[in-house]
């Protein structure tokens, strides 16, 4: 199907006082389109900072990151904040829910942020979201009086309202019990099949991996394993 996400040998170093710390070494990874892929490793293996990178929230400090074809170094703040408003969607470990806003408010947020659609068109893709991850019931509450999992539900509609190539959830089950993480996850990859969306979890979590299509391990801010059963290419610090 071709690649949404190429990292060609991907350095990212972080100045701490006077040191630098290298939290990746030369990463080369490429995702196709519609994967369902999770990215493995334990804490301060370099997953988040990955998954950062291709979420367009840093940019290498050298290689190149190209997410939906475009090279991420080569853009200015204005338009890394288009393309992740245009093509990304993100959830979050902490849901990142606006508190004040019920959860109809909350998932139409991005949508009044991209701008271009009708009062109601915005309505009629956020009731068919909400209805989706299952909230009907729930379109006027706030997220205070929500469970952690419908909390998660919000998050995942919010993310996905905009109609985004690529979600990005950065460990998406680790404030929910095992049940209710399945079925979170479970979701996810209904959505993944039907929509055909590209999911890339940073994860520890097994019941992610397992249901993963594709995992990709790292340590010490290198690939271990491709998930594509060899070794990625590493390029030179």
């Known amino acids: 199907m071709g690649a949404i996400v190429e990292v060609s040998n991907v350095v990212k170093e972080y100045p ?21 892929a999770a990215i493995a490793g334990p804490s301060g293996s370099g997953k988040t900072t ?10 290498p400090t050298r290689g190149v990151v190209r997410v939906a074809g475009q090279s991420t170094g080569e853009l200015n703040d204005a338009k890394l904040t288009e393309l992740r408003l245009r093509k990304l ?21 991005p949508l009044l942020l991209q701008g271009g659609l009708s009062a109601g068109e915005r309505d009629k893709r956020v009731r068919e979201m909400v209805e989706k991850v299952g ?3 729930q379109m006027r509450q706030r997220p205070s009086e929500l469970s952690g999992g419908q909390r998660q539900r919000v998050a995942i509609a919010r993310a996905l309202v905009t109609r985004p190539e690529i979600v990005l959830a950065d460990e998406p089950t680790a404030n ?5 993480g399945t079925n979170i996850i479970e979701l996810m990859k209904q959505i993944n099949a039907t929509e055909k969306t590209t999911f890339i979890f940073s ?3 097994p019941k992610v991996t397992d249901r993963a299509d594709r995992v990709i391990r790292l ?15 590493v390029g030179a610090a």
């Open 89 to 109: 969607g993100f959830i979050f470990q902490t849901f990142n829910l606006i508190a004040v806003l019920d959860v109809y408010q909350n998932v139409e947020f």
């Open 176 to 180: 929910l019990d095992s049940v209710t």
């Open 219 to 233: 340590a010490d801010g290198l690939i271990l394993d491709d998930g594509r059963g060899q070794k990625a290419s």
């Open 16 to 36: 701490l006082g006077n040191l630098v710390v290298q939290a990746l070494h030369g990463v080369s990874l490429a995702l196709d389109r519609g994967e369902f």
């Open 135 to 137: 909230l009907a019931k």
């Open 203 to 205: 994860t520890h979590d």
């Open 50 to 59: 990955l998954l950062n990178l291709i979420g367009c929230v840093d940019v």
